[in-house]
């Protein structure tokens, strides 16, 4: 019984250092992606101020700025 108990405590420790490690990842990822969404759109504004629109871009940037101006990728 102390054996078992003894498995599941290194059990636990090992998935508690696992969930911290991914809580870091996660906030390293949600802070690069709010650097990536700022510069993103200072680039759209950036464009249009001179002269390249939407219409210029690839269909697949024109929906990521497009989203972002929605609210979306926050």
Known sequence: MM???QEMTALI???EIAMKAATWEIERLRDDVAMLRKAMMELA???EENGLYLS????ATQDVIVAM???GFK
């Open 69 to 71: 101006r929605l609210g």
């Open 56 to 59: 210029n871009l690839t269909k």
């Open 45 to 47: 504004y950036t464009a």
């Open 3 to 5: 054996e078992q108990i």
């Open 13 to 15: 420790t090992k998935a």
